[in-house]
């Protein structure tokens, strides 16, 4: 069995480019993205004829119960599978036409995104990713970044975590964080 090192490296928004990030996680068994940003950065949001007919709402205390429903359709159709919110955990959901089709749950003690935005898989490439990640900033207002962590699921990097990746980089993150763990020597397991 080798030895076990646990590697943290803080990254310039550069590097979140997938292509980077596979070659310095190569010799990683796991490894996880934090992702920061400044919620008092200015942001564009999309314009497109989708985004403008979206609503948000948002679900917090016990209401979370009911948005975490809207949100499971989400992650359902974005993940294949459903994570349910923290306890805490706002929910926050976008709804085009009264079906849910983008779900984030933002922790306000950790000011964390927690498990991510989510877009249901039909309606990727519209803004509705970047409409919710912008309300999510908004709600969090001033009082430090906000982060979102994203778990990478191998190597090489998989299709969804180059999306991802590339997702986060494209909204003016103010920096990273990656945590590694690696193996060392003869013997991994």
Not at 34 to 58: E, M, T
Not at 75 to 81: A, D, L, P, T
Not at 115 to 132: D, K
């Amino acid at each position: 069995m080798g030895a076990r090192a646990l590697l943290v490296a803080r990254l310039r928004v550069e590097h979140l480019e997938p292509g980077f990030l596979a070659g310095l996680l190569s010799p990683c068994r796991r490894s996880s993205v934090a992702i920061f940003y400044d919620p008092s950065h200015p942001r564009r949001l999309p314009g497109n004829a989708v985004a403008k007919r979206v609503s948000i709402r948002v679900y917090e205390g016990g209401e979370a119960g009911e948005g975490a429903k809207h949100a499971e359709v989400v992650q359902r159709s974005s993940w294949g599978f459903f994570q349910p919110p923290l306890p805490g955990d706002v929910v926050i959901v976008a709804f085009l036409e009264g079906s849910p089709v983008a779900a984030a749950y933002y922790n306000p003690v950790s000011r964390n995104i927690d498990y991510g935005v989510h877009v249901a898989r039909g309606m990727w490439r519209r803004g509705l990713g970047s409409l919710l990640l912008g309300r999510v900033l908004e709600l969090a207002g001033p009082g430090g970044p906000v982060s979102v962590v994203r778990v990478l699921r191998g190597r090489p990097l998989s299709g969804s975590d180059k999306r991802a990746l590339l997702f986060y980089r494209s909204h003016s993150p103010v920096g990273a964080l990656v945590v590694c763990e690696a193996v060392c020597g003869a013997g991994e397991d």
